[in-house]
C-alpha cells in the first residue's frame, strides 16, 4: 500500500550520495601522463586498492607504490555503502559454516583480528570517520523469523559471539519500531563508520607514506612486458594516454567490467539503493530510541540495512538487489525511482512516527556479488598479478584482509593466509547470457516469494541451495 507522504517526503532529495556530498571531500589528484614504473601498481582505489596499498607501503617503506582510480578514490562501492565494518570475512557466519566447516574457526578468529587491526590503524592514522564499536541489532518482522533469530544466536554463541536475544519489550526498548517482534544483539562485531571519511583517511595515510596517487585515471588495458606488466591508462580531461610498467600488480576493481577476462564469469554487478533523511529534531530521535546507535537489519530474504550517523539522519537501504542484463553498469542505473518508493514506503511503515521527515539524498551504487557471496582470490600472468572480488556488501572490513591476501600471493610464499579454502578455492561461475538474467530474475522472485509464505523457500531456491549457488547483495 502507498504512504500518502511518500511522494513528498522525497521531492527535494539530492540524487547524489550523502557522503561524498560534502565540503570536506578532499581535491582530486592530478592524472597519470607519459610513461611511469612502479614496485607495484594497484588498480582501484577503494578500499581494497587502498588497503593494499597502505599495507605494501608499511611492510616494505622503500618499496614504490602507485596507485591509479577512474574516478577519485571511494567515489564508487567504499564511498556509497551503508558504513556496517564488520569482522565476519565469510558474509555472515551461517554463510561461512555453510562453505568453510573445516576453517570456520580460523576464518572467525582471523575476522576478530582484522577488524581490530582496522580499529588500530583508524587510531594509528588519525582518521576521522566515526568509528564506532557499537555491534548489531538483527531484527524480525514476521513470526516465522524469530525461529531464525533463535537458530542464529544458537550458532553464533558456539562460536563464541556474544549475543543476546530480546523479546518484542526488549527490542522496541532498544529501537522502537512497530514492526518488531523480537531481536538479536551482537555486541562487538561490527563498527559503524563513515564509509567516505575511511576511504578519504587511506588515501591520506597513502600519501602521507609516499604512495603516488593518480586519480581519474582508467586502466584499458593489461599486458606481460619482459618480466614486468604494462598497463594503459589514459586520463585527464583530453584522455590523455599514459603507461605504467610495473614488477606486480594488484587488481581491486570488483564490480566494474574486469580487465581479466576469466573474472566475467564469476562477478556480478548488483545495484543496491539507498535513502538518508534530513537529521532527526530531538523529538523525533524521542520517539525512536535508538540510543546504542547500533547498526540495523531485519532478517527477509529481501533485506533492508539502517543506521543512524553523527549528525542524527537515518540511512535506509537494502531489499532490492537489481541486475542489469549483460552486466550492465552504467551512471543512470544509479537512480531507480521505483526503488526509492518502495524504499520510503518500508521506512514509514518502520518509523510510522517519523511521518512527517523527509530524504535529503537518495543514491544507488553497484555491489560485486558471486556464487557464495564472500570475496574469492587468485593470480594471472604468472603470479604477478593478485585480485580479489566478490564481496557481496560486506567488503568495508574485509577488503583489509583482502589486501593482505594480495600481498602474500605476489611474494609467492606459503603462508598461512593463502593456504586457506578461502583463499584457494574459487566460487561456482554464473552462466552465461541469457541463462544468466532467467536465473537471477528467477531467484529474486522466489525470494521474494519466500518473503510472503513465511520463509518457504520453493523447488528453485531448494535447488540452488543444494548446488551451493546463491544470489544476494
Known sequence: MTVPHTGRALADAAP?????DRPERPDPLAPLTGAQTADLLVIGGG??????????????????????DAGTCGWAASGRNGGFCAASLTHG??????????????????????LDAIAATVAEFDIDCDFERTGELAVA???????????????ARRYGHRVRLLDTDEVRAEVNSPTYLGGMVDADRVAMVDPAKLAWGLRRACLDLGVRVHEHTRVTGLRADGPALLASTVGGPGN??????????????NAFPPLLRRLRAYVVPVYDHVLMTEPLSPAQRDAIGWRNRQGLADTGNQFHYYRITRDG??????????????????????????TFTTLAQHFFTTFPQLADVRFSHRWGGVIDTCTRFCPFYGTAFGGRLAYAAGYTGLGVGATRFSARVLLDLLAGGDTPLTRLDLVRRKPLPFPPEPVRAVGINLTRRSMARADAHEGRRDLWLRTLDRLGLGFDS
Not at 551461517?94 to 582471523?110: H, K, T, Y
Open 93 to 114: 557466519l551461517a554463510n561461512g559454516v555453510d562453505r568453510f566447516p573445516g576453517e570456520i574457526g580460523e576464518l572467525e578468529r582471523l575476522g576478530r583480528a582484522n
Open 313 to 338: 539522519r537515518i540511512l535506509f537501504g537494502g531489499y532490492d538487489a537489481v541486475y542489469h542484463y549483460g552486466n550492465r553498469v552504467a551512471p543512470k542505473l544509479e537512480q531507480n525511482p521505483a
Open 16 to 20: 547524489v550520495p550523502y557522503w561524498l
Open 240 to 253: 590523455a594516454p599514459g603507461s605504467v610498467r610495473a614488477r606486480r600488480v594488484v587488481l581491486t576493481t
Open 141 to 155: 518482522v514476521e513470526p516465522y523469523q524469530l525461529d531464525g533469530l533463535a537458530a542464529d544466536a544458537e550458532l
Open 47 to 68: 578500499y581494497g586498492g587502498l588497503w593494499a596499498a597502505l599495507e605494501a607501503k608499511r611492510a616494505e617503506p622503500d618499496r614504490d607504490v602507485l596507485l591509479v
